[in-house]
Every structure is written in C-alpha cells, then in structure tokens.
C-alpha cells in the first residue's frame, strides 16, 4: 500500500504544474530511503497534453531498447489550471472547461546503469515529440494531400494512371492512413542526371527538420 501511495503521489507531484506544449517526463528508480517509496522495476512517468499514438509510440519505443513492459496505466484527466500551469481543479472527462492531459505511469526492467536510464529517457522524449509533430501537422499533411490530388489532372501523365493514382491519393485521405511526415522534392538536373532537391521549409510532422 505504501509504494502504490508514493507511485501516486510522485506522479501527482509531477502533474500539478503543467504548460501544454511540451511533456513532462521523469525516468527513475524509486528507492524508500530517497524517494519514500520503492519499485523492482524501473518507473517511468508522463504527463502530456492528450492526443492519439501516444500509449503505442511509448510501448514500441520501450520495446525497440530491449525491455519488458511490467506495468501500463494511463488515465486522460481533464484539468483547470490558472495561466502558470498550477492545478486547480479536476473535473468530468467530459465537461466543457479545462484540457484533457494523458498520465501515463510505465514500469519497465529495473536499468541500474546511468547511461541506460538516460538512453532510455532520451528515447522517449524523442518519440514523444515525434507524436506531436505528426498530430499537430496531421491538418496541414492533409491539406497538401488534396492540393496534391486536385493537381494530378493537370499533371503530364497517363490518363488511366493519374485517375488511379488520385482514386488511392483520395482514398488515403479518408481516414484509411496515418501521416507522420511530409516533405516536398523538385526533381533537378544537376551534371546530365535526375537529382531529388528538398523544397525549403516544406517539412511537416516528423519531417519538419
């Protein structure tokens, strides 16, 4: 009872100052004599505006640096903070004030080693991060998706390949894919051959850099 006190006390400790934009993330080993509680397994703690993805691109991250996942709750809570980020209240998941943020409380193989502790947080961090880009541009992937389709008529091309080509363009667009990046190419001649040139400041989601 104690060390499921401490893991929730930590976490709210964690989650009372929040500004949305950003995760919030903690990776440790709780101990009793530092932290009040303890664990066999390594703890990680998150709290981040909600969104989709977030619960699968953190278990497959955790999954691809080798460990096994012992412990999985994720509760999306919907919160009134003041303009600081500082809690005020919880309320119904399904009123009409506050933010819906995700708390997700991961255990994993206990890592004694430093290094293996910040691999493990960089790593989710990154994804993390990843996750955001590709819901936040999720809209405009999806507008130059149809800016896209609308131009292939025009497009010097077959014209029993363009429509199929603009059948499966549409088709895409209808919820049937997900769309983590875009990125836009002009097709150059540099010394006699057909080179891929990135279009400046064309990257969305993952591909933004």
Do not use: C
């Not at 990046?181 to 097709?187: A, V």
């Amino acid at each position: 009872v104690q060390d499921l006190y401490g893991a929730a006390l930590s976490h709210w400790n964690l989650l009372r100052r929040f500004s949305p934009g950003a995760a919030k993330l903690r990776v440790t080993n709780p101990r009793l004599e530092e932290h009040g509680w303890q664990s066999g397994h390594t703890v990680v703690e998150i709290v981040n505006d909600d969104m989709p993805f977030l619960v699968d691109s953190v278990t497959m991250e955790v999954n691809r640096q080798g460990l096994t996942l012992h412990l999985l709750i994720h509760p999306v809570l919907r919160i009134r903070r003041d303009a600081d980020g500082e809690f005020i209240e919880l309320l119904d998941t399904e009123a009409a004030d506050g933010t819906l943020q995700s708390v997700i409380h991961m255990e994993v193989d206990r890592q004694s080693d430093p290094q293996q502790l910040e691999q493990l947080r960089s790593g989710i961090e990154r994804v993390l991060q990843d996750v955001r880009k590709a819901v936040e541009d999720w809209p405009r992937m999806l507008a130059r998706l149809r800016e896209i389709s609308a131009g292939i008529d025009a497009a010097p091309i077959d014209r029993d390949e363009a429509t199929e080509i603009k059948a499966f363009l549409d088709w895409a667009g209808q919820g049937h894919f997900t769309f983590l990046g875009y990125r836009g190419y002009d097709l150059v001649t540099e010394s006699g051959e057909d080179v891929l040139r990135i279009v400046p400041d064309s990257g969305l989601g993952i591909l933004r850099q």
